[in-house]
């Protein structure tokens, strides 16, 4: 009886350990909606990266396009950090804004970045 119980207390611990993180879509209590984008991360703090990606713009004066990047900062959840890496191609989901920056929430990695 008592090794059972030992058992389970250490099935349970290792859930906790995995994430921690309120805003974590997996984890978390947080609904994701909205648009959602790809690109590479540019930077990492703890917490959050910073996106980049390139639009097309079309400049009606010279009936061309023009390519414009665009950055864009998101949450990076707890249980992803060892995971992604500056210069790695990840996706993004909305979700409610964060802070006054963070408006979304890292979904999942596509593929790593070249060294
Ligand atoms: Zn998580």
């Given at each position: ?10 099935k349970?611990?290792?859930e906790k ?17 909205g ?6 991360v540019i930077r990492k ?27 864009l900062?998101?949450?990076l ?11 790695d191609y ?6 409610r804004?964060?802070s006054k ?13 070249e060294?």
């Amino acid at each position: 009886m008592v090794e059972v119980k030992i058992k389970k207390q250490t099935k349970k611990m290792k859930e906790k350990v995995s994430c921690a993180d309120k805003f974590c879509p997996v984890h978390g209590q947080i609904s994701i909606r909205g648009r959602s984008f790809k690109g590479k991360v540019i930077r990492k703090f703890p917490k959050r990266v910073t996106i980049e990606f390139e639009r097309t713009l079309y400049i009606k004066k010279y009936e061309r396009y023009a390519k414009r990047k665009t950055k864009l900062h998101a949450r990076l959840p707890e249980c992803m950090f060892s995971e992604i890496q500056i210069g790695d191609y990840i996706e993004i989901k909305e979700c409610r804004p964060i802070s006054k920056i963070v408006h979304f929430i890292v979904i999942k990695k596509i593929r790593g970045g070249e060294k």
